[in-house]
């Protein structure tokens, strides 16, 4: 149970010491109010007192016994924060009081977790997540949290240390150290955890199946026999860096498509005519389907545009035949599926294409497997696939999801 008056002398100290910057700044403290600078008579003694005071006042935040305590520099940081934000050429001090004002949050999310578990938090909420009417417990209100606040802050008090370190680190790289710059890099580390957790036990599960084939290395390495392959159907890396891996990946299809087969790729639109040189050396040029993105579009800063379409690049191998099957060259995009891999496709996008393209039973291979979203759509359909990753997680994810859909499929 955390008092209300009882303070340790060290605690005091830490409250005192952090905001004695220089004895130039004088703060006044008002509970449930933002703190007002009463006396700045240096902007630059202030800046310099910052600077060189960060590691210790983190030192002093994580040997904190208090709330109480965390919750008064909480408020003091505001103060200091709105002093500062009206003052020019303190870049160096903002994110040095960012980052102890974010260490802050998560001391103060570590003594909540104690609170929790000791059973002494109300949330103020209803019959099931208040306290017994015979118990003395903190309230949010009394500690001025919102809800949002108290699980923001716990939420970084479930990091470890060196990777809350980390993800400071790279904040301040970016310079991106607005309000709720850190919420959304600590969901996206717990999201990731969660995913990699499912992920393990998932793949653990995984049976080998005739009609789904994993293999883990780079598609350059794998071993295909030569015009055996009825459609490669992928998604290679866009940067400008990633450029010759199009010219190997004409060379792999050439190789491993039956004649008259097709290679259909995603692309970006940024490097079109290089991709275009690399993949004629070796193929011949059928059609381009424009995928129609939906949500919010993405700018392309070097270019200025908001993109929203992706070329479908689709290459045959000679001799030239054309479908039987007519499709439409507009697909319009499903939304963006990210859970799995940052280049992830959205599956029902694929549908249409593995349709018009292959017939049932045959084979289909995907050298930038990435989740395994193509391959995954390819077995619904009844086709066979190859699914080739060269990293060794995303593998693991591919045998996750195809369990998963395995399971869904005998179910269904």
């Not at 998932?202 to 794998?222: P, V």
């Not at 200025?304 to 479908?312: A, D, E, L, M, R």
Request: some cysteine; hydrophobic content about 35%; overall charge positive.
């Amino acid at each position: 149970m955390v008092g209300t008056s009882n303070i340790c002398t060290n605690n005091v100290y830490l409250r005192d010491h952090l905001w004695k910057i220089d004895s130039k700044v004088k703060m006044t403290t008002r509970r449930g109010n933002m703190n007002e600078v009463t006396r700045l008579d240096d902007i630059e003694k202030v800046k310099i007192a910052i600077s060189n005071n960060k590691d210790k006042w983190i030192k002093l935040i994580k040997d904190s016994r208090e709330i109480l305590i965390n919750m008064e520099i909480k408020d003091r940081l505001n103060g200091i924060k709105a002093y500062l934000k009206s003052k020019r050429n303190c870049e160096q001090a903002k994110s040095d009081l960012f980052e102890v004002e974010e260490w802050n949050k998560k001391k103060i999310g570590e003594h909540l977790l104690e609170l929790k578990e000791e059973g002494e938090l109300d949330k103020g909420g209803d019959a099931k997540t208040r306290l017994s009417k015979n118990s003395i417990g903190v309230k949010l209100t009394d500690l001025s949290l919102s809800p949002d606040e108290s699980s923001s802050f716990q939420r970084r008090a479930l990091i470890e240390d060196d990777k809350f370190e980390d993800i400071l680190d790279r904040c301040v790289k970016k310079g991106d150290i607005g309000k709720t710059a850190i919420d959304k890099k600590v969901k996206k580390l717990k999201d990731k955890e969660k995913l990699d957790k499912k992920v393990e036990e998932g793949s653990k599960k995984f049976i080998k199946d005739d009609k789904f084939e994993i293999i883990n290395k780079d598609f350059r390495k794998a071993k295909i026999d030569q015009n055996s392959v009825d459609l490669i159907l992928t998604d290679p890396p866009y940067p400008e860096k990633d450029l010759p891996l199009w010219r190997d990946l004409a060379v792999f299809a050439e190789r491993v498509l039956k004649p008259s087969k097709f290679l259909i790729c995603y692309s970006g639109e940024m490097f079109l005519p290089e991709v275009f040189n690399m993949l004629t050396a070796k193929l011949k040029y059928y059609w381009t389907f424009s995928l129609i993105l939906s949500g919010n579009k993405q700018l392309i800063s070097a270019r200025n545009i908001f993109c929203g379409w992706k070329p479908i690049l689709i290459f045959q191998k000679p001799p030239f035949k054309k479908i039987e099957i007519p499709i439409e060259d507009i697909i319009k995009g499903t939304g963006r599926e990210k859970e799995y891999h940052k280049w992830e496709q959205a599956m029902d996008e694929m549908k249409p294409i593995i349709e018009a393209f292959t017939l049932p039973g045959e084979l289909i291979v995907d050298p930038f497997a990435g989740s395994g979203s193509i391959g995954l759509v390819a077995y619904k359909l009844d086709r066979q696939s190859i699914n080739i990753e060269k990293e060794k997680n995303d593998s693991e994810k591919i045998k996750e999801r195809f369990y998963k859909l395995k399971t869904r499929l005998k179910e269904d």
